[in-house]
């Protein structure tokens, strides 16, 4: 059973950063996408960053310029780094592993969120 752990999630001002991480605890030879999805109460979850094994990144416009993906091949895990953090950023994040970046539907592997506040 392959299992995602997000953390670095909390509470943080308008302008402010936070790092989140997802480990993961195999690597999936065909899931080669590991992402950060987004939602907010009564809204769809949405795709935020995605990065593919060999490095090639992938951002929602409302993030670009802000928000970095990257992740450690050996370790097994991906990091968010979000800066300029707005209001709007509020929501709880999912890690998720899986064949298409950006795309709900091709994840085949959920972490359980990490809560992110931003307040004004």
């Known amino acids: 059973q392959v299992q995602l752990v997000e953390s670095g999630g909390g509470s943080v001002q308008a302008g402010g950063s936070l790092r989140l991480a997802c480990a993961v605890s195999a690597y999936i030879y065909s899931a080669n996408c590991m992402a950060w999805f987004r939602q907010a109460p009564g809204k769809e979850r949405e795709a935020v960053a995605g990065?593919?094994?060999?490095?090639?990144?992938y951002y929602d416009d409302s993030v670009k310029g802000r928000f970095t993906i990257s992740r450690d091949n050996a370790k097994n895990t991906v990091y968010l780094q979000m800066n300029s953090l707005k209001p709007e950023d509020t929501a709880m994040y999912y890690c998720a592993l899986g064949s298409v970046c950006m795309m709900v539907a091709r994840m085949r592997y959920w972490g359980q969120g990490t809560q992110v506040t931003v307040s004004s």
């Open positions: 990065i593919t094994d060999g490095g090639r990144t």
